[in-house]
């Protein structure tokens, strides 16, 4: 090594350096391999990458398709594709474990990988992933389908920073990260999910001019995906607007797509209802569920939200009995659906028993909530704000049931969750913050103490017990506002 070798700045260089020698000697042994390896240079460096790849090795139409010699097989196919595994692991560009069925690659590898292809080139191998990935997202509506996706999305959303990275504009970049968007959004990755769905709607408006038709349509799609993700980031304004916008271009260019703007006037009267609009929300519900062309063609998902949504305002203007008919409805013509999601069934569920909650009916709202539990917890990792929001209500009820210590762990236990997820501010932190406040303060009348078990650790909790208590709820201590 030459005596005046910086390791600070010319390691990685000259490793890179190194990698581009084996990649010249591959070319010469394996052209396939060395496709497969610039493949693997977008793919997420921490996971392991055989799932990913072995999707993109089973498309027929795939990129390739062509190196295994139109094969459809799965058994050839995984052997044909391991054979080139191994040959870039004698050259020590991926690492394989055996015993344990994995892949990876370096990030100094996929960075030298990816200099030493063109522009064109990773244009290239991005749209393929996009077609690819985005295929196998199709699904993402259905939960049920959540586990098999969860095998590989961590390389979705690396090539989805890559397509964002390299500016690429093709149609399937665009659809593969409008589908991404709505699958993280689900998972409660709120702001990635705007990300994605911001650049899906850039690129579709981009293509307007060259797309035709289809390009219109397209465009207003991403701009009803758009709104959704502006919603769950609590950008009601940015939402609004993009919805107006899709429901204008449906309207004027595609009126014959009214399953597609039964989505969009049912979003938008949602975030009117949830933001307490209910002037501007009831006509957009009325209009779906009167509209016979419209009912007819939205999806039994969409239907249901809207009998959802108008259950919400009518317990609002406590018509309770109203209320608990049309959201009964609407958990009855969801389940009714011959592919029924369970993210939605478990929403409407969570709706269905906060009304009966209100209208006095505590042993089948507390049915439903755990209805809407048992199908969250079957999709949804517990720490997911949904699960947190339905603890709360849940814990609430149990509160205004006398059941004290059930209902305080479920209440304290959602906020640091819910802060977590939507922040401090968000309408459902608060009023869980407000939920637990209540309880305490409650408490407190009736001479029940509630301590921190610091308090016991420390023996402060000499100071709020005396002779008036009644009894003692030990809790942990309530998480501190982040700044």
């Known amino acids: 090594m030459p005596a005046n070798f910086d390791h600070a700045t010319d390691y990685q260089h000259s490793v890179q350096t190194i990698c581009r020698l084996a990649f010249e000697a591959v070319q010469d042994r394996s052209p396939a391999a060395q496709t497969l390896l610039e493949f693997a240079a977008f793919l997420s460096a921490e996971s392991n990458c055989l799932p990913a790849l072995l999707l993109l090795a089973s498309r027929p139409d795939g990129p390739l398709a062509t190196h295994f010699g139109g094969v459809q097989d799965a058994a050839l196919l995984t052997a044909n594709l391991l054979g080139l595994i191994g040959t870039l692991q004698k050259y020590s560009l991926l690492n394989v474990d055996h015993d344990r069925a994995t892949v990876r690659v370096h990030r100094v590898v996929q960075l030298a990988a990816r200099d030493a292809m063109s522009l064109e080139d990773r244009h290239a191998r991005l749209v393929s992933w996009s077609t690819a990935l985005g295929f196998f997202l199709s699904g993402k509506n259905n939960s049920d389908n959540w586990g098999f996706i969860e095998w590989w ?186 592919d029924p999601d369970t993210f939605e069934l478990a929403t409407m569920y969570n709706n269905l028993g906060a009304i009966l909650a209100k209208d006095g009916q505590p042993d089948e709202a507390q049915a439903k909530y755990e209805r809407a539990r048992e199908l969250y917890l079957a999709i949804l990792p517990q720490t997911h704000p949904l699960i947190a929001n339905l603890e709360n209500n849940l814990g609430y009820l149990f509160y205004r049931r006398g059941l004290y210590e059930a209902a305080l762990p479920l209440i304290f236990n959602s906020i640091p969750k819910l802060a977590k997820a939507l922040g401090w501010e968000n309408p459902h932190t608060r009023q869980a913050a407000q939920n637990y406040h209540d309880c305490v303060e409650e408490l407190r009348k009736r001479n029940i103490v509630v301590l921190f078990r610091k308090d016991i650790e420390s023996g402060e909790f000499k100071k709020h017990v005396d002779d008036n208590t009644v009894g003692i709820i030990i809790i942990s201590p309530i998480p501190e506002r982040a700044s």
């Open 153 to 338: 999305v961590d390389h979705a959303r690396s090539v989805a920073e890559s397509l964002l990275s390299e500016g690429v504009e093709d149609a399937a970049a665009a659809e593969f990260l409008q589908r991404l968007s709505s699958y993280v959004e689900k998972r409660a990755h709120y702001q990635e999910g705007l990300r994605f769905a911001a650049r899906a709607a850039s690129i579709r408006e981009s293509n307007l001019l060259t797309s035709g038709p289809e390009g219109s349509r397209a465009y207003a799609e991403s701009l009803v995906n758009l709104g959704i993700a502006h919603l769950r980031c609590n950008e009601n304004n940015e939402a609004v607007a993009a919805l107006n916008k899709a429901i204008d271009i449906l309207k004027r260019k595609h009126p014959e797509e009214s399953s597609l703007l039964a989505a969009a006037i049912g979003n938008l009267a949602t975030i009117y209802a949830e933001s307490g609009e209910l002037d501007k929300a009831e006509p957009l519900f009325s209009q779906l569920l009167g509209d016979t062309v419209l009912r007819s063609s939205a999806a039994p998902k969409v239907v249901a939200g809207a009998l959802s949504g108008m259950a919400v305002i009518s317990s609002k203007r406590r018509d309770y009995a109203a209320a608990v008919a049309l959201a009964d409805e609407a958990v009855m013509i969801h389940e009714s659906d011959t």
